[in-house]
């Protein structure tokens, strides 16, 4: 049973599209997160989401969008993709508060060209 | 300064050495912290966290030195799967902030 799931694994796609990854854990998590890690390996992170909060990193342009239908589910939304959005953009849970262990997803490798 | 710093590596060890990783972290009121490795074009995992005793599993020891801002790991007699990025995490009540990990290669 795969604890945290991405789809689509590999993103080829051109400039000025709009795309989504979705993401979904059944590990009963309360906090999903989604990370980008660029060609220099650097982990940051986008967001983070619980049933309570969004907290958006201020660095993030305002095209990305985090959208949770539910629980298990924290996809991200892409608008108008851009050369330097190529990344790989990895998924995570974890229980509610900063003491627990994050799980990732697969890592999803968004390639714009 | 950035808020978590580590070694620049890589670390070319041979197989059976002892290898330490250095982290420092700016955050003076981080609370949790941790270890993780990612292979290549593999997602990060859970190592081990790092309790403010020092704790060890196996061949891993981590310490943490809160006066100093500063975590380590150790790694007794590496194998070649040891081989790997090691990331240093700390969150500070929000986030998780990752170093920009240290590469190690267990050489055969």
């Known amino acids: 049973d795969t604890a945290v799931s991405q789809t689509p694994k590999y993103l080829v796609t051109q400039m000025g599209n709009d795309k989504s990854i979705k993401c979904e854990q059944n590990?009963?998590?309360?906090?999903m997160y989604w990370y980008k890690q660029d060609s220099k390996k650097f982990l940051k992170i986008m967001f983070s989401y619980n049933n309570k909060e969004l907290i958006i990193n201020e660095t993030v342009p305002n095209r990305f969008s985090p959208k949770s239908p539910d629980k298990a589910h924290l996809n991200l939304h892409i608008n108008s993709l851009e050369l330097g959005d190529s990344a790989v953009y990895f998924c995570a849970s974890s229980q509610e508060g900063g003491s627990y262990e994050q799980y990732f997803g697969p890592g999803t490798r968004l390639t714009v060209t | 300064r950035k808020e978590v710093e580590q070694d620049p590596g890589p670390f070319n060890v041979p197989e059976g050495a002892t290898v330490a990783f250095n982290c420092t972290y700016s955050?003076?009121?981080?609370?949790?912290f941790f270890w993780y490795r990612q292979d290549c074009r593999k997602e990060p995992k859970l190592l081990m966290s790092v309790y403010s005793s020092g704790n060890e599993d196996g061949r891993f020891t981590a310490q943490l030195n809160r006066a100093s801002q500063y975590i380590s790991l150790l790694i007794r007699d590496s194998k070649l799967s040891d081989s790997a990025t090691y990331l240093c995490?700390?969150?500070?009540?929000?986030?998780?902030?990752f170093g920009p990990g240290t590469r190690l290669s267990v050489l055969p």
């Open positions: 590990l009963g998590h309360d906090t």
């Open positions: 995490v700390v969150n500070g009540g929000q986030n998780f902030v």
């Open positions: 955050n003076s009121a981080s609370q949790s």
